[in-house]
Nanobody, 118 residues
Framework: QVQLVESGGGLVTAGGSLRLSCTAS????????MGWYRQAPGKQRELVASLSRRGVTNYADSVKGRFTISRDNTENAVYLQMSSLKPEDTAVYYC????????????WGRGTQVTVSS
């Protein structure tokens, strides 16, 4: 059974930092591109950052220079370090795993709420 479990969300004031974690089980972690997405109320889910198994990163323009994605293949974990947070970063943040060998093997966590107060 595939599980992606996020943690680390919470309430923070603008300018603050949070570190999100996602632990995966039931997948060949090193064969997956791992990503963080977010969805704010009334908006579509959007890519925040992704990290390929070869270490290639991709960031949304809105978070470049403020967020850093990393992974630990020995722990089956992916992280999102968020700094200089803004109220517009408020959203539910979801972890995603996309197997590079099978497009159908795409999995989501249940999400963790991040709220940034002004």
């Amino acid at each position: 059974q595939v599980q992606l479990v996020e943690s680390g969300g919470g309430l923070v004031t603008a300018g603050g930092s949070l570190r999100l974690s996602c632990t995966a089980s039931g997948i060949a972690f090193s064969s997956n591109t791992m990503g963080w997405y977010r969805q704010a109320p009334g908006k579509q889910r959007e890519l925040v950052a992704s990290l390929s198994r070869r270490g290639v990163t991709n960031y949304a323009d809105s978070v470049k220079g403020r967020f850093t994605i990393s992974r630990d293949n020995t722990e089956n974990a992916v992280y999102l370090q968020m700094s200089s947070l803004k109220p517009e970063d408020t959203a539910v943040y979801y972890c995603n795993a996309q197997n590079v060998y099978s497009r159908n093997a795409n999995y989501w966590g249940r999400g963790t709420q991040v709220t940034v107060s002004s």
